[in-house]
């Protein structure tokens, strides 16, 4: 049975937890971009890295190999929600396409699952609770106090493989061996039994004189060329951008 929950559920794991790639938004002027290394749970191998840069309320997300050749692009609209907003996300490593456009009344989701496959759709009704990609991150921003002091939070992810959301609880944890000292950690735990069986609790840390996201420890939502979600350890890195003698922004 559980290899039948594993085969039907495979995707739904990977991809509602849309939160590694995107988890917030730029909100400090100084920093320019946040790179986080993705690697690899088990051996600690580099599997890639993620560059996120923000314009107003649009956060694109680029990721690379280790070796720098860029596979794929996200790109979040935060303009409707931020809580959950809309974006795109396409993996150029198996040619997968996710596309969710939110707005107060409904939610629209598109998947297409590789290359061969073609895009199924479907529309669900918003509901209060409800949680999309990067939303996580302004989620727990939005109740940092409350999920402080102990409070457990009940939410609904949007899960596009399925084209339907999963309920999960978040909570404050204790953190990750190896994660920087004083951070602020909090786990998301699946609050259906079966969803248990296939994956452990997502672990993130904070910083949390600023709220800046640390570390993620979990299912990653970035397929390999094969279509498998490895478990990834991401570790993140604020830059600032280099300023000339002018004052003026360096271009790459």
Same mark, same amino acid.
């Given at each position: 049975m559980i290899r039948l929950y594993a085969g039907r559920f495979r995707f739904v794991i990977a991809l509602l937890l849309g939160l590694t790639s995107s988890q917030w938004v730029l909100a400090d002027a100084s920093v320019d971009r946040v790179v986080g290394k993705a690697y690899d749970l088990k051996t600690g191998a580099l599997l890639y890295r993620e560059t996120h840069t923000l314009?107003?309320? +649009?956060?694109?997300?680029?990721?690379?190999?280790p070796d720098g050749q860029v596979f794929g692009h996200k790109k979040i609209d935060y303009s409707q929600s931020k809580t959950a907003p809309s974006y795109t996300q396409v993996n150029e490593r198996n040619g997968?396409?996710?596309?969710?456009?939110?707005?107060?009344?409904k939610i629209? +989701?598109?998947?297409q699952k590789n290359r061969e496959s073609q895009p199924e759709v479907?529309?669900?009704? #918003?509901?209060q609770g409800m949680v999309v990609d990067a939303g996580f991150n302004n989620f727990i921003k939005e109740y940092w106090q409350a999920l402080s002091n102990g409070t457990k939070m009940d939410v609904k992810f949007i899960v596009p493989s399925r084209q339907t959301d999963i309920g999960f609880t978040i909570a404050?944890?204790?953190?990750?061996?190896?994660?920087?000292?004083?951070?602020?950690? #909090?786990?998301?735990?699946?609050?259906a039994w079966w969803v248990k069986l296939l994956v452990d609790p997502i672990v993130v840390a904070y910083d949390p004189s600023d709220k800046?996201?640390?570390?993620?420890?979990?299912?990653?939502?970035?397929?390999?060329?094969?279509?498998?979600?490895?478990?990834?350890? +991401?570790?993140?890195?604020?830059?600032?951008?280099p300023v000339k003698d002018s004052g003026q922004k360096v271009t790459s």
């Open positions: 314009n107003n309320e +649009i956060q694109n997300v680029e990721y690379s190999e997968e396409i996710v596309k969710v456009v939110s707005n107060p009344q629209t +989701i598109s998947y479907t529309s669900l009704q #918003f509901e404050r944890s204790q953190c990750k061996p190896g994660t920087q000292k004083g951070a602020e950690c #909090f786990s998301m735990t699946p609050r800046r996201l640390l570390r993620y420890t979990g299912r990653g939502n970035v397929a390999n060329k094969n279509g498998d979600y490895p478990d990834v350890d +991401i570790q993140y890195q604020y830059l600032k951008a």
